[in-house]
């Protein structure tokens, strides 16, 4: 069996050193380079075309567009991504970038490595506490495991903008209808796309979306909570 080419993508020294000793001592694994920043990152998919890259995409150096970036210079290789305390939002742009799994660093040794065995067969990974961030956040994670994964970015028109923003306003269906002039049913379908383009299946999980694009102000939506 020939050995997992491996690139460790970290801005961190420590966390570089840690994942180092991991993968040094675990068999049929090789650690073809390091990175710590994107400009390092692509000229080593170029170069050597490793079958995995265990990157950190949130903490500082990367950022998802480094994933897609990178699948575009080297399309055989498979990205996992490994990080400290991801939100629904960090993960979801991970895995809409390509990641073909999710791991977290205080995760066991042998569920990162098994991450990165996992991606070189072309598996998908994620520890069960990446599936439960996603849970809590109204992911379907029955259908989000099962479904394939695409690379295409999560593009809203933005008349579902308008929906997803009066939705997390507490609107009803009807008053949208009016608010937007268009029929109650078309609401209705438009809030039926948008969670299947965010992959969501709650109303708490459109809201936290909304918040955290700025399409609605918090305070607004906890004050109509109360009201």
């Given at each position: 069996?020939?050995?997992?080419?491996?690139?460790?993508?970290?801005?961190?020294?420590?966390?570089?050193?840690?994942?180092?000793?991991?993968?040094?001592?675990?068999?049929?694994?090789?650690?073809?380079?390091?990175?710590?920043?994107?400009?390092?990152?692509?000229?080593?998919?170029?170069?050597?075309?490793?079958?995995?890259?265990?990157?950190?995409?949130?903490?500082?150096?990367?950022?998802?567009?480094?994933?897609?970036?990178?699948?575009?210079?080297?399309?055989?290789?498979?990205?996992?991504?490994i990080s400290h305390e991801p939100s629904s939002m960090v993960l979801m742009n991970a895995l809409k970038?390509?990641?073909?799994?999710?791991?977290?660093?205080?995760?066991?040794?042998?569920?990162?490595?098994?991450?990165?065995?996992?991606?070189?067969?072309?598996?998908?990974?994620?520890?069960?506490?990446?599936?439960?961030?996603?849970?809590?956040?109204?992911?379907?994670?029955?259908?989000?495991?099962?479904?394939?994964?695409?690379?295409?970015?999560?593009?809203?028109?933005?008349?579902?903008?308008?929906?997803?923003?009066?939705?997390?306003?507490?609107?009803?269906?009807?008053?949208?209808?009016?608010?937007?002039?268009?029929?109650?049913?078309?609401?209705?379908?438009?809030?039926?796309?948008?969670?299947?383009?965010?992959?969501?299946?709650?109303?708490?999980?459109?809201?936290?979306?909304?918040?955290?694009?700025?399409?609605?102000?918090?305070?607004?939506?906890?004050?109509?909570?109360?009201?």
């Open positions: 069996m020939p050995n997992i080419k491996l690139l460790l993508a970290d801005h961190g020294e420590l966390a570089l050193l840690g994942l180092r000793g991991l993968f040094q001592q675990a068999p049929n694994v090789e650690i073809i380079g390091e990175a710590r920043d994107p400009i390092a990152l692509k000229a080593l998919l170029v170069r050597h075309k490793p079958d995995v890259v265990l990157i950190d995409h949130a903490t500082g150096g990367f950022g998802a567009r480094d994933i897609r970036e990178g699948l575009k210079r080297s399309p055989r290789t498979r990205f996992v991504a970038a390509g990641a073909i799994g999710y791991v977290k660093k205080d995760c066991d040794l042998q569920e990162i490595s098994d991450s990165v065995r996992s991606a070189a067969r072309g598996q998908r990974f994620f520890c069960g506490k990446v599936l439960e961030t996603l849970k809590r956040a109204g992911h379907d994670v029955e259908r989000f495991v099962s479904d394939p994964l695409t690379c295409a970015p999560v593009l809203l028109s933005e008349r579902e903008c308008e929906v997803i923003g009066l939705i997390a306003e507490g609107r009803s269906y009807t008053r949208i209808a009016e608010a937007l002039h268009l029929s109650a049913h078309t609401v209705v379908t438009h809030r039926k796309n948008i969670m299947q383009k965010l992959g969501v299946n709650s109303t708490a999980a459109l809201v936290l979306y909304a918040v955290k694009n700025g399409l609605t102000s918090p305070n607004h939506f906890l004050f109509n909570e109360g009201a």
